[in-house]
Each structure stands twice: as C-alpha cells, then as structure tokens.
C-alpha cells in the first residue's frame, strides 16, 4: 500500500473553505521550504484513510487479549453519552452555573469510584495512568513534607512492577528500592521488611500484581510500610479483575490511581484519550492538585482545566449501566475467563505460576526456546495469521520467554475455545516444524519486520524524490 505522499495529482485538492475576502498579512514568520502536502481529491483521501483502517487490528476486529492492557470491548452507548452537546459542546472556561450537568458528572464519578476503592476524595486531573502515578507520588512527597518529615527519599517497587512505577518514582525526585518477588511470584516479605526504614518514603503496587496473582500477604504488606512511616500507593492498572468484589482503601492502600480508559470503558490504546484519577484517603485531601480552588497545601495543578472531561463521562455512564451488581459481575467474568484459558492450555503450554490466576496469565516458552528454538516472539508472530492479535510479550522481566494473556469479561467461550484452538495448533506445529514459525507470520499485508532497525533508526518523516 503506497503512502499518502506517493498518491495524488500536483493541483489536485477538495476545497473546504471559500477564498480570503480580507487583505492577508504575513506575520514575519515563515517556513524556508514550501510545505510538502499531498495533493489529492476527498475520495482519494477517504478510500486511503478507509484501506489503512482494514490493516488495523482492534477489538472489533477480533480477539486482543492484550496482557495487562485489558483490550476489553467498551459499549458503543458510552461513546453516545460522551457525544451529547450538553457534554461535548462545552468549554472549561466557561462560568460554573452554565455547566451544573459536567460538576454533576464530576460529583457522581467521585462518589461512586471512592465506593469502588474504598478511597475519600479523588482529583480527575491526571490525563492517564502513568501521570496520575506522578500525581500520587506527588501527594506523598507533600505529606512527609508538611510534617517536616524530609529525610524520606525512597520509594519500594517490586521487581514485577508495571515499568511506569520506577520512571514515576524518579519523576517526582525519589530514589527506587527494588525488591525481589519470591518463587510464588507474591512479594518477598523479608526482603520487605529490610528495605523499609526511616527513609522510605511509600510503596507502590498493584494487587493482583503483573503476574495476574493476588497477594495473600497484602494486609501484611501494608502493615509493614505504615509502621515504617511510609504511605501505600495502589496502582490500579489491575483493578478490573477486583473491582466491586474488594477495595484497594481496605488493604491497607492510602493513595491510588485508576486507568478509566482500561477498566471504566474507554477504548485502550491507539494513542488514548486516557484519563488516570487519583484517589485517597482523607487525610491526603489538602494535598491533591485542583482548578480555580485550591487549598494553601495542594500540590497545584498537574494539567489545565478539569482533566479528560469526556473520558469521565463515558466512565460514569458505564458505572451506572452495570450498577452495584454488573461491576462485580465483570471482574467474575475476567477471572473466570483468564482461568478457563490457562487451564485449557497448561498441558502444552507451561505456566509461570501453577496457581489460580485472577484476569491474566503468564506463560513461559524458555525450554521450548531451549528444546526446539522457538521463542515466545515466533509464537506471538504466529497467532497474526489466525486474526489474532498477539499477547504481550517478554514482561514481566521476572518470567523468562513470557508471554502475558488477558482475555477480559467481554469476550465470549466461544472466542475463547476458538483462540484455544489456535494456540494448540501452533504449539503442535511449533513442534513438528519450527522453521516454519520462524517465518511468521505469513498472510499479514506486513511481514516480519526488522524490529531492532526500526527502534534504532526509526523513519519519522516522508523525505521525497
């Protein structure tokens, strides 16, 4: 398929504006080159755009099981609520009394997502979830410092942790103290009891952790860093598979972030938008960032205006379609499903942890790697040719030659056997003929690429003749 710079006809354009009836002005500023467009009619450009979109795979494509992303299926009527005038025609500038139905919404997503969580107060701001990482990191900071407690400079990671936990962490001026998960994949407690000290500062998790698992330890966990002087930070990346069964407030956590687009239906990916609130308890409230008020301890704002006010809308919308009882009832649902799936493979496929998963699962190919030389990479490149999109590979770092699946609630058994089927036929023909994976995949518009060329050198503009 060409480029968009390689098609059209020199002086050929669909005019969407009339002529300038008004004498025009250069402003002094101006480009050296002329500016390389190209030059098409609208029906050339919407049969582009169109083909480019039939090369994409999304979840209305097929089965995405995406781990630890959870590429869930995300009502259409959502999207609707997001789109009424009301909502979408609105300006954050404008006075307070114009817009009592957006303050409205604002006030419902807080009470009914602090309910969720088990948190007092939340701030909208943060526009996704590694930012409202930085945003709860920055109220723990504001906390010790309120107390002149400065010496407090570290922060605990796991070393299964989302990637975004350390770089956050370094954000907000905190040095990382790695420690290591034990054989079960749940956190070392006494590799945690020895880190924590008069310079820890807080902890940040999530619960179920990156392997899918739920630590048994967590009040445990908790204890120790309160009673070393640090506050527990909750990443919610993992929330849809606990959501409205158990409160992250009621573990022990004191500040946490939620990923709206992922878990209260937003489309995930494609480069957003997101939105990442962070929630706490009350005794963070003075500290959390804010719009026209904020208190003389907040942290200031972390973006303009009210954050991703349509993201939060289509959360709200898809909170009060499920009520108290189909929020619950999705989690059972993604955990059920990351289960059925694990089990159904493990007698091919070895899994990192034999233990009962909640929304995802991570298998392991190193002896396949070892035995046969067919790495999780062949597999995920494989899985292209069924229409399926790969899962997550090599993460965590802690599971050699990983690969990390999550099915999510919105997929069906029979999705789920079909996908089943596939992973087992590639298994067999990984054993039968593994030259033959090294080559997939096989029927995408794209073959096998030269991924290490494409992270080094990257081609970011069209240069042409």
């Given at each position: 398929m060409?480029?968009?710079?390689?098609?059209?006809?020199?002086g050929?354009?669909?005019?969407?504006?009339?002529?300038?009836?008004?004498?025009v002005?250069?402003?002094g500023v101006?480009r050296?080159?002329?500016?390389?467009?190209p030059?098409?009619?609208?029906?050339e450009?919407?049969?582009?755009?169109?083909g480019?979109?039939?090369?994409?795979?999304g979840?209305?494509?097929?089965?995405y099981?995406?781990?630890?992303?959870?590429m869930?299926?995300?009502?259409?009527?959502n999207?609707?609520?997001?789109s009424?005038?009301?909502f979408?025609?609105?300006h954050?500038?404008?006075?307070?009394?114009?817009?009592?139905g957006a303050?409205r919404?604002?006030?419902?997503?807080?009470?009914?997502?602090?309910?969720?969580?088990?948190m007092?107060a939340?701030?909208?701001?943060?526009a996704?979830?590694?930012?409202?990482?930085?945003?709860?990191?920055?109220?723990?900071?504001?906390?010790?410092?309120?107390?002149?407690?400065?010496k407090?400079?570290?922060i605990i990671?796991?070393?299964?942790?989302?990637?975004?936990?350390p770089?956050?962490?370094?954000?907000?001026?905190?040095?990382?103290v790695?420690?290591?998960?034990r054989?079960?994949g749940c956190?070392d407690l006494?590799?945690?009891?020895?880190?924590?000290?008069?310079?820890t500062?807080?902890?940040?998790?999530?619960?179920?952790?990156?392997?899918?698992l739920?630590d048994?330890?967590?009040?445990?966990i908790?204890?120790?860093?309160?009673?070393?002087?640090?506050l527990?930070?909750?990443?919610?990346?993992?929330?849809?598979?606990?959501?409205?069964?158990?409160?992250?407030?009621d573990?022990?956590?004191?500040?946490?972030?939620?990923?709206?687009?992922k878990t209260?239906?937003?489309p995930?990916g494609?480069g957003g938008?997101?939105?990442?609130?962070?929630?706490c308890?009350?005794?963070?409230?003075?500290f959390?960032?804010?719009?026209?008020?904020k208190?003389?301890?907040?942290?200031?704002?972390?973006?303009?205006f009210y954050?991703?006010?349509?993201?939060?809308?289509?959360?709200?919308a898809?909170?009060?379609?499920l009520?108290r009882?189909?929020?619950?009832?999705?989690s059972s649902?993604?955990?059920?499903?990351?289960n059925?799936?694990?089990?159904?493979?493990?007698?091919l496929y070895?899994?990192?942890?034999n233990?009962?998963?909640?929304h995802?699962f991570?298998m392991?190919?190193?002896?396949?790697?070892h035995?046969?030389?067919?790495?999780?990479?062949?597999?995920?490149?494989?899985?292209l040719d069924?229409?399926?999109?790969?899962?997550?590979?090599?993460?965590?770092?802690?599971?050699h030659?990983?690969?990390?699946v999550?099915?999510?609630?919105?997929?069906?058994k029979?999705?789920l056997?079909?996908?089943?089927?596939?992973?087992r036929n590639?298994?067999?023909?990984a054993?039968?003929d593994?030259?033959?994976?090294h080559?997939?995949?096989?029927?995408?518009?794209v073959?096998?690429l030269?991924?290490v060329?494409?992270?080094r050198?990257p081609v970011?503009?069209?240069?042409?003749?």
């Open positions: 060409k480029l968009i710079f390689e098609k059209g006809t020199p050929r354009h669909c005019h969407l504006l009339p002529d300038c009836d008004v004498p002005h250069q402003i101006g050296k080159e002329k500016l390389n467009l030059e098409l009619s609208e029906n450009i919407s049969r582009h755009y169109t480019l979109a039939g090369r994409a795979h979840v209305n494509n097929g089965f099981p995406l781990g630890s992303c959870t869930k299926y995300n009502p259409k009527v999207e609707e609520a997001a009424l005038e009301g979408a025609g609105i954050p500038l404008q006075p307070e009394h114009t817009v009592r303050l919404v604002f006030d419902l997503a807080e009470q009914y997502l602090c309910e969720i969580t088990g007092d939340m701030t909208f701001q943060p996704a979830g590694a930012h409202g990482e930085f945003t709860g990191l920055l109220l723990i900071k504001a906390y010790h410092h309120s107390r002149g407690d400065e407090r400079t570290k990671v796991p070393d299964s942790a989302h990637g975004t936990n770089a956050s962490a370094t954000m907000a001026g905190y040095s990382v790695s420690i290591p998960s054989e079960d956190v006494d590799k945690l009891k020895e880190a924590v000290g008069e310079d500062a807080g902890l940040m998790l999530t619960n179920p952790n990156t392997v899918g739920f048994k330890n967590i009040l445990e908790t204890r120790i860093v309160h009673e070393g002087g640090g527990c930070y909750y990443d919610g990346a993992n929330l849809n598979a606990v959501m409205g069964i158990v409160r992250p407030g573990m022990g956590f004191d500040v946490i972030h939620l990923n709206l687009h209260f239906s937003t995930h494609g938008p997101g939105s990442g609130p962070v929630g308890k009350e005794f963070l409230r003075p959390l960032p804010g719009f026209m008020v208190g003389p301890q907040s942290i200031g704002s972390v973006k303009m954050g991703n006010f349509g993201v939060v809308v289509k959360a709200l898809y909170i009060m379609t009520g009882e189909g929020i619950p009832e999705a649902n993604a955990v059920l499903n990351a059925y799936m694990m089990n159904k493979l493990s007698d070895q899994m990192a942890y233990e009962t998963c909640m995802e991570v392991t190919l190193e002896d396949l790697k035995d046969i030389n067919v790495s999780a990479m062949d597999i995920a490149k494989a899985l069924y229409g399926i999109h790969p899962p997550t590979m090599y993460f965590p770092l802690i599971v030659e990983a690969l990390m999550e099915p999510t609630e919105t997929e069906s029979e999705t056997d079909e996908a089943i089927e596939v992973f590639i298994y067999e023909k054993k039968a593994p030259e033959s994976l080559q997939a995949p096989v029927k995408t518009p073959r096998r030269d991924e060329t494409a992270a050198k970011l503009r069209y240069i042409g003749e």
